[in-house]
C-alpha cells in the first residue's frame, strides 16, 4: 500500500518511488549523455530566470528504455492521487460508463465511483490523460535553481501542449543537505530534496513554485506532468461509412 508521507493542500509526496540504483545511473548516465542543453522556461533559455541542464528524454532513443522505466515508477502514485481525489476522474470530462447492474450507461458521480470507476481506473486514466515530455535536470550547486516563482499552465503557440497540464510530478534523484528546496508560494511549503522522493500536486497558478538553489551539493530530478489528451482525441466522433 502506497502511503504519502506528505499529503498537504492538493500537495502530494512519495518517499523511496524510485530504487536508489536506478537513481545512480540516472546521474550517471545524465552526466555522460551529449544531450544536455541549457533548461529553458516557457519562452526560451533565461538564466535570470533558470539555470540548469536539461534532457527531454522523448526526443533521444538511446534514452527510450530510461523513459519507459521511470513512466512504470510513475504511474502507481499517481494513481493513487487521482483515485483519492476523484473528481480529476468524474468532473470536467464527465465519462460514462456501462453499468453492469443495470446494463445501461451511467454518470460517473461520488455516490458510485467506488463500484463503477475504481474497477476501470486504468482505463479511464488511459481515456483522460497522458504524460508529457520526461526530463531530467541538474541544478549546480551554488549556481542553478528555478529561481522565478511559475506555474505550468500557459499558451505558447499553436498547439499550446502547456494548457492541457493537469498535474506536476517530479522525482529528486539525490539527496541534498542544504538549499535545492521545491518551494510552494500560496502553501509556504517547502520540499527537500531526497533521493527516490516523488511530488505530486496541481499545475495551475494556485501551486505557484520555485526551485531553489542547491547548495550543498548539485541537484538531479526527473520531471514531467499529467496533461488532458486533446480535445479531438477526447470528443473524436465516428467518421461516417
Known sequence: MLTPSL???FIAVYDDVLPAEFCQRLMREFDRSPHRVPGRTGHGVDA?????EDISLNYHADWSDTLTELLQLSYPPLEQYLSRLKFPIIGAVSPTV????TGKPATLSLENFDRLATPMLPDLIGYLYRYGLMNLQKYQAGKGGYFHWHSEVYPQDEKCEPLHRV???????????????????YQNLKIAP???RMVIAPAGFTHTHRGNMPVSNDKYI????VMFHRAEQLYQRPQNS
Open 7 to 9: 499529503w498537504q493542500d
Open 48 to 52: 535570470s530566470k533558470k539555470v540548469s
Open 98 to 101: 456501462n453499468d453492469p447492474q
Open 167 to 185: 498535474l506536476l510530478f517530479m522525482f529528486y534523484l539525490n539527496d541534498v543537505a542544504e538549499g535545492g528546496e521545491t518551494e510552494f508560494y
Open 194 to 196: 531526497k533521493a527516490g
Open 222 to 225: 526527473a520531471t514531467s506532468w
